[in-house]
């Protein structure tokens, strides 16, 4: 029995007008601090994982895609994906580079450094992206935050569509940043230690 539809079930939708306005005009990469936000914040209120299982429109592109559309192999991931020491070293992994990006940023604000129009792929494979920005039409520093913030962003989403394709379609999740950090909250809030 197919269970009733609700109007989440479509933010797979919101994943992809995401990155395609992202293409076009490298600003709208602010938009992604919704999908940064949003599921730490609902940990911390509700003490559960809604987002994950709900609102998280790039997991269910990744359903999507690899699950009804069969661009998955949908096989079992390797164990060490789903353990402690991957899934936290990973989330470091990212804040460093998180961390990275805000330093780059307050860089520019500062007027220590000058903006540069590069979207970084793997966290170093430099893409120019140039065409997405005009150079004046905000200040320069939240320019550089939409180039290091999209690069994140598109970074992540490359990684999740490689798991996808060998593995089961939302691997990605077993590991996601956002995944862990929401998991560590609900650990927090809920008062358990494992």
């Not at 395609?20 to 994982?49: E, H, R, T, Y």
């Not at 390797?78 to 990973?90: E, Q, V």
């Amino acid at each position: 029995m197919n269970r009733k539809r609700h109007w989440y079930d479509y933010l797979w939708i919101w994943a992809i007008i995401y990155f395609s306005l992202g293409f076009f005009n490298i600003l709208f990469a602010w938009l992604g601090m919704i999908d940064f936000f949003l599921p730490l914040a609902i940990a911390v209120i509700g003490g559960n994982k809604w987002f994950c299982n709900n609102f998280c429109g790039r997991g269910q592109l990744f359903s999507l895609v690899g699950g009804k559309l069969g661009c998955s192999l949908n096989k079992p991931a390797p164990s060490w994906i789903y353990s402690k020491w991957f899934r936290y070293g990973f989330l470091a992994f990212f804040m460093i580079m998180f961390g990275n990006m805000v330093f780059q940023t307050y860089i520019v604000f500062a007027g220590a450094g000058t903006l540069k129009e590069v979207i970084k792929l793997f966290w170093s494979v430099k893409v120019p992206w140039g065409w997405t920005y005009t150079a004046g039409m905000t200040a320069d520093w939240i320019a550089q935050f939409s180039f290091g913030f999209y690069s994140i962003m598109l970074t992540s989403f490359i990684i999740g569509l490689i798991v996808m394709i060998f593995f089961k379609p939302r691997t990605w999740c077993a590991f996601c940043p956002m995944g862990t950090m929401t998991q560590l909250i609900c650990k927090l809030r809920n008062g358990k230690s494992h």
